[in-house]
């Protein structure tokens, strides 16, 4: 029988003493005493923990035991719970999205879930994040910067140092683990990019999902970005297709996650109603490809919200952000970039209407995920559970995305090979935008005005554009100062430590016995309180850098490297010093809200002092070594299971290997040799497939004709095929590529020169060569990264829609499959070569 809950002093003796021998009694913990609830030794007795340690040690025995079951009385280990009161929590973080995207904050965008989660609580202008996806995710979940828990740039980009190797240690817990042990039942649904692009496929470790990290469940991707109509999505650890059989465009992610959420929080609810429930809710709006619902594409439409051009709308949510009070009256907008993007006035008609198109697919997209949003927020007031829900909606996990260039694209993948798609050629697609068609990206004009009031974009650590999100915060049982605005300075680190404050649980010393690195960042739950909306920002030093950008934020001050590049730059050779080869650039904030006024030529002391503070934190936080490289970090080599390896064996058919554990064959010459079976009547299907609609490879029988084909990023598609369909019995077929280029070698001399250059490619039958062509540029880069490696047919999206159609199984019996790789070699003229170059292009920018 359950006793009312009860506060022990633990003063007592008895089975209480038991528990002290093992260290869970605790007089007090940072949080309160700990609570007990039950007759102790009872099936239904509770209790909290200290927190000090976790997993707690296993109470001793508080029994008897006899020589027999009926002299013995039997006493159950208490089972653990969070501290009374307890709230639920929903921590949402949306994707790639600025300041000046939300209504909430004065964008014309209409997001009423965001509205009235503000109007039930606070809203936050001065949340910062760290100006790129994966970063500010690990920062969100450990409650440390991003370089400490090994994120300083994205998994894609990872290298070899402990600041960026994309590994969070076991010394840092995230904010799953943590509430799991204290009783909290923990999941995550959507965007996943915090596992290491190398350890993703399903040899694991998963130590690195988020069942590995504290999310008893997870429904989502694994990567950067998702095409949200046919998604590599999982179940826990396990890949499922939802979409399979649904006709195109009437399954979509942003609606099947929201579903999937709503009927986990029930479940949970109705196996414990007593038991508190965490959900990372992170969708992958508003990140390319922008996948919204035709439904709300028509809507965002028929409101002609963007027809006056991107500058206009920037004049029209800084009006809106004054008029709600999110901005200081006395700000100020930097002028628009006109050496930078096109003036909406100077572009042609055809442009005008490719890019309203992108922008209102992208507002359809971002609404869509609002609503979704709403939707998993009603199940808490429908479970009855809203008022001790804590609800944390943050707007972007960094500035809004630049990364279609200032054109915009069809094809993302085409950004990170550094291919421009034409205006004229974006056309073909215009009718058929944010369908399954396309994988697009807008006009980096729209997203210099979604960042209003700030400039710049996401990638730009040094720019409040890339930076300076805004949140809202809602707790019905503890906020009550409901609709006000909060202007402290508030970093994602702080994110954990607010979580656990308000939970009543302290931040574990060790875990699975490991020492646990310090919670870096500072709790924000004293701003709930009215009266400390105007309390001075207890978080007060904070640095910023991503790619060789850099800033550092002190009590108000903020000493910021100026842009020496724009995100879709990323193809050229890096800074090499970009500790101290920048132009550095002083503001106040506390009286220049948007960072529109540079002093740094009047304070040279404290630009001065800001570096040598920033230096320290560098230091501190693993930042160090400082890299200015973009695209280069993303082709270059890491330790993934194909690391050092020059053939691969395949004997039977295998799907879903992805990209960055699969073998790499761009910039290198290969050699693909299938050895099958065609049965009698003839046979057809993929034989061998990386990659999917928006660029890859396939290897596969056509109408029994052995054919291999390239998809150059959705523009070209050259292929190489037999003359005759193949005869039942055995064959050998071959593809063979001889790469004209040096590699990815060149990129150590800070060259690019290596990379995408042609190569030949022959392709056999039986020892017999049936065609040949030569490829006058390869992709440099990245293939589709959504997409996955596949033998014996094709999961997701096809390389050739006009060939075949996914899964397309291949009929013929594999005996073997076996690809050799022959990377490129420097030679010591290569080297020398390449040193001189270096050597002059370095001269150059100084």
């Given amino acids: 029988m359950r006793e009312s809950s009860m506060i022990f002093p633990w003063r007592r003796v008895g089975w209480l003493g038991l528990i002290l021998l093992v260290g869970l009694a605790v007089a007090h913990t940072a949080f309160g005493a700990v609570q007990v609830t039950g007759v102790p030794g009872s099936p239904g007795a509770t209790t909290t923990i200290p927190g000090n340690q976790l997993p707690p040690p296993d ?10 079951a009926l002299q013995s009385k039997p006493w159950w280990p208490p089972a653990v719970v969070p501290p009374k009161g307890a709230p639920n929590v929903l921590l949402i973080i949306t994707d790639d999205a600025g300041f000046g995207v939300p209504s909430t904050f004065g964008g014309v965008i209409p997001t009423p879930t965001m509205d009235r989660i503000a109007n039930e609580g606070l809203r936050y202008n001065r949340m910062f994040s760290t100006s790129l996806c994966s970063p500010t995710r690990a920062a969100l979940i450990t409650g440390r910067n991003h370089h400490s828990v090994g994120f300083g740039v994205i998994s894609e980009q990872s290298t070899g140092f402990p600041g960026y190797n994309s590994i969070i240690g076991v010394d840092n817990a995230t904010i799953g683990r943590i509430l799991l042990d204290n009783g909290y039942n923990t999941s995550w649904f959507g965007k996943d990019h915090n596992t290491p692009a190398f350890q993703a496929s399903q040899t694991g470790p998963f130590t690195q999902w988020p069942t590995g990290m504290g999310f008893e469940y997870f429904y989502g991707f ?54 508190p429930i965490f959900i990372k809710y992170a969708p992958g709006a508003t990140h390319a490809p922008h996948h919204p619902t035709k439904e709300w594409v028509d809507k965002i439409s028929a409101m002609h919200l963007f ?49 309203i198109r992108q922008v209102e697919v992208f ?57 421009t798609v034409p205006v004229d050629v974006q056309m073909k697609w215009y ?184 230096l320290a934190e560098a230091k501190k936080y693993q930042v160090l070594p400082l890299d200015g490289s973009v695209a ?43 050895d099958i079976e065609v049965p009698d009547g003839g046979a057809e299907g993929m034989i061998l497939t990386s990659g999917g609609r928006f660029a890859g490879y396939g290897f596969y029988l056509l109408e029994g004709k052995p054919v291999f084909l390239w998809n150059l990023i959705d523009l070209d598609r050259p292929k190489w095929q037999g003359t005759a369909a193949l005869s039942p019995g055995r064959h050998t077929l071959e593809f063979d590529f001889k790469y004209d280029g040096l590699g990815v070698g060149t990129l150590v001399f800070n060259s ?7 190569g030949t490619g022959t392709l056999k039958v039986d020892g017999k060569v049936v065609d040949t062509k030569t490829l006058p540029k390869t992709l440099p880069i990245i293939l589709q990264w959504d997409e996955s490696f596949d033998i014996g047919s094709d999961t997701l999206t096809g390389v050739n829609d006009a060939d075949y159609q996914p899964p397309f199984p291949l009929t013929a019996k594999l005996n073997k499959l076996t690809i050799a790789v022959d990377r490129p070699e420097l030679s010591p003229a290569d080297i020398q070569q390449l040193k001189e170059g270096e050597a002059k292009a370095a001269a150059a920018r100084e």
């Fill in 222 to 275: 694994v990567g950067g970005d998702a095409n949200q109509w046919e998604p590599n999505l999982f179940r826990n650890t396990t890949q499922i297709y939802p979409f399979l059989g649904k006709e195109p465009g009437t399954w979509n992610l942003i609606t099947g996650m929201a579903d999937e959420a709503i009927d986990w929080a029930t479940r949970m609810h109705q196996t414990d109603p007593s038991k």
């Fill in 752 to 758: 690019f020169s290596g990379l995408g250059r042609p």
């Fill in 632 to 674: 280069a970090r993303v082709i270059a080599p890491r330790p993934n299971i194909t690391a050092g390896r020059t053939e691969f064996v395949y004997t039977r058919p295998m799907v879903g290997l992805p990209q960055g554990d699969s073998p790499m064959l761009l910039n290198t010459s290969y050699t693909i040799t299938a």
């Fill in 307 to 355: 027809d006056d051009g991107y500058e206009k709308l920037r004049e029209r949510i800084f009006e809106n952000q004054k008029r709600l009070g999110v901005i200081p009256q006395d700000a100020q907008l930097t002028p628009w970039p006109k050496e930078v993007l096109k003036p909406w006035d100077a572009l042609t008609p055809e442009e005008k209407k490719l890019f």
């Fill in 431 to 614: 009718d058929v935008w944010g369908t399954e068609q396309t994988y697009n990206h807008m006009s980096a004009g729209w997203s210099w005005a979604f960042d209003t009031p700030f400039d710049w974009f996401k990638q730009n650590a040094s720019r409040l554009g890339g930076t300076n999100q805004n949140m809202v915060v809602s707790w019905p049982a503890r906020i009550k100062d409901k609709g006000a605005l909060r202007e402290q300075f508030v970093h994602v680190i702080d994110v954990v430590p607010t979580i656990l404050e308000a939970a009543g649980i302290r931040a574990p010393e060790l875990v699975d016995g490991i020492k646990q690195q310090p919670i870096e960042g500072t709790s924000f739950l004293y701003t709930f309180d009215a009266v400390n909306a105007k309390a001075p920002s207890r978080h007060q030093t904070q640095y910023f850098e991503m790619m060789g950008q850099w800033a550092l934020y002190e009590d108000g001050w903020l000493l910021s490297t100026k842009v020496d590049r724009a995100p879709w730059e990323a193809f050229g050779a890096a800074n090499a010093d970009p500790l101290n080869n920048q132009v550095f650039q002083l503001y106040d904030l506390t009286k220049d809200f948007t960072q529109s006024n540079d002093i740094a030529a009047k304070h040279p002391e404290k630009v001065k002092s800001l570096r040598a503070r920033f």
């Fill in 363 to 419: 507002a359809a997209y971002s609404a869509y995920s609002d609503h979704e949003i709403g939707r998993v927020i009603q199940a808490f007031e429908d479970l009855g559970k809203r008022d001790n829900t804590l609800v944390i909606y943050i707007n972007g996990d960094n500035g809004t995305s630049a990364e279609g260039g200032p054109i915009g694209t069809p094809n993302e993948v085409a950004f990170f090979n550094g291919v």
């Fill in 59 to 68: 109470p001793k025995f508080g029994g008897v035991i006899k020589d027999g």
